[in-house]
């Protein structure tokens, strides 16, 4: 489907769609935009920001200054495009699914040791190649592909950096098996070892140093004066 002018008067959409043009036709990936522009493209409608934050849903990928250092608070970077949400069809095959319970998310970050399942980052942690941008985590769905073949839609944390790469291709259990089975039986051991840990060559000062990096700011700084005496 031919994307329509974000400003066309005839276009029946609403304005989490017409904002989706916009960001397309007038801010273009990788550039910022303020509220007042939102304002100024959207005058007269109320929560303009929230309707395109909305397109998060959708795979869009759009920073604030919690994710990105680099940005103030009257900023948001757009990263991404995701679902062409002004095609219907394709909109509703991609509509958000039911939202993931708080206890649901808790229970996910618990079994991930609270740390990106892609890159290993903490959360609050900076990126070694990008010290102004700090990892924020969420629970996401992934589809999976289990070794019997079977289709799972099943939770995982990311950061957000690690979900905006993502190509969106299901996670292939059924691949990684044939991989591990066509390794020597000496690095199968090895490899069954780490799984047991739940990570490679995990240490005990990985562990210290992720357990600290969960705790408020107030109580590192406590943590910090205890050990520096």
Known sequence: MTAPAWNDPELKAGTMVRGALWLVQVIGEGNTFTKEQIREAFPGISQADRRIRDLRDYGWVILT?????????????????GVPVWDPAARRAAAPQKAISNKEKQATM???????????????????????????LSVTRRETVLPDSRERTLLVTECKRCRAGSDGNPARADEALADINALDPSD????LRWI????RGSTALDRAWSAYRRLPADARDEVRATLEG
């Open 110 to 136: 618990v079994r991930d040791d609270y740390m990106c399942t892609i890159c290993g980052i903490s959360g609050g942690e900076s990126y070694l190649d990008d010290s102004n941008q700090t990892a924020v």
């Open 188 to 191: 199968q051991r090895r490899l």
């Open 196 to 199: 047991e840990r739940g990570r």
């Open 65 to 81: 200054n919690s994710d990105d250092a680099r940005l103030v608070a009257e900023d948001q970077r757009f990263i991404t495009e």
